[in-house]
């Protein structure tokens, strides 16, 4: 099972459009309630025998999620992951799944 993404409270387009915006403004904490059903998803697919890929590290460094990570956005929208973000790991995260 692949794990829950973080929700942001804003939208990313609107954040990171704003003139003069900088990466840091549109940065956002990793929401508890983000991390507690995670938390819940890892223990009851681990009770499974399934296996649970953990996306907040991808993500996320030390509760902090950034809308850009190297050159690519992140976030399509508040809940959803950009195509392009997605293109990118998506070799990566096969390897995982593996």
Same mark, same amino acid.
């Given at each position: 099972?692949?794990?829950?993404? &973080?929700?942001? #409270? #804003? =939208? %990313?387009?609107? $954040?990171?459009?704003?003139?003069? @915006? #900088?990466?840091? =403004?549109?940065? /956002?904490?990793? %929401? *508890?309630?983000?991390?507690? +059903?995670?938390?819940?998803?890892? +223990?009851?697919?681990?009770? *499974?025998? +399934?296996? /649970?890929?953990?996306?907040? &590290?991808?993500? $996320?460094? =030390? !509760?902090? $999620? %950034?809308?850009?990570?190297? =050159?690519?956005?992140?976030? /399509?929208? %508040?809940?959803?992951?950009? @195509?392009?973000?997605?293109?990118? *790991? @998506? @070799? +990566?995260?096969? #390897?995982?799944? !593996?």
């Amino acid at each position: 099972m692949i794990g829950e993404t &973080p929700l942001m #409270k #804003k =939208d %990313p387009v609107t $954040c990171l459009d704003r003139p003069r @915006a #900088k990466m840091g =403004d549109c940065m /956002f904490r990793t %929401p *508890t309630d983000t991390r507690g +059903a995670v938390t819940i998803e890892r +223990a009851v697919t681990r009770s *499974t025998g +399934a296996e /649970f890929l953990n996306l907040l &590290p991808w993500l $996320c460094h =030390d !509760e902090k $999620c %950034p809308l850009v990570i190297h =050159d690519t956005i992140v976030y /399509f929208d %508040p809940g959803h992951l950009s @195509a392009s973000y997605t293109l990118r *790991t @998506a @070799a +990566a995260l096969e #390897k995982r799944i !593996e």
